[in-house]
């Protein structure tokens, strides 16, 4: 499902970091060396259709690489 954020991202909060973060091996192929960081957090989005919602959003990031692979979680409303 395809989404663009249309707020700034509240409430965020580190899920997992370091060797806790399962997908780090593809991660590092993809995108480069990192500490990668799992993260979450909460925002309004718009989706395809042009309808607007608050979803969690999460997504990996890592100093120097930036925010990678940003998924729907839910849909909060």
Do not use: C, P
């Not at 991660?27 to 989706?47: E, Q």
């Not at 607007?52 to 997504?59: P, V």
């Amino acid at each position: 499902m395809r989404f663009q954020v249309i707020s700034d991202i509240t409430e965020i909060r580190m899920i997992a970091s370091g060797k806790s973060v399962r997908e780090r091996k593809r991660l590092n192929k993809f995108h480069g060396r990192g500490r990668w960081r799992k993260m979450k957090g909460i925002a309004s989005i718009r989706l395809t259709g042009g309808s607007i919602h608050l979803a969690e959003i999460h997504w990996y990031e890592a100093h120097g690489i930036g925010k990678k692979e940003q998924k729907i979680k839910r849909l909060l409303s």
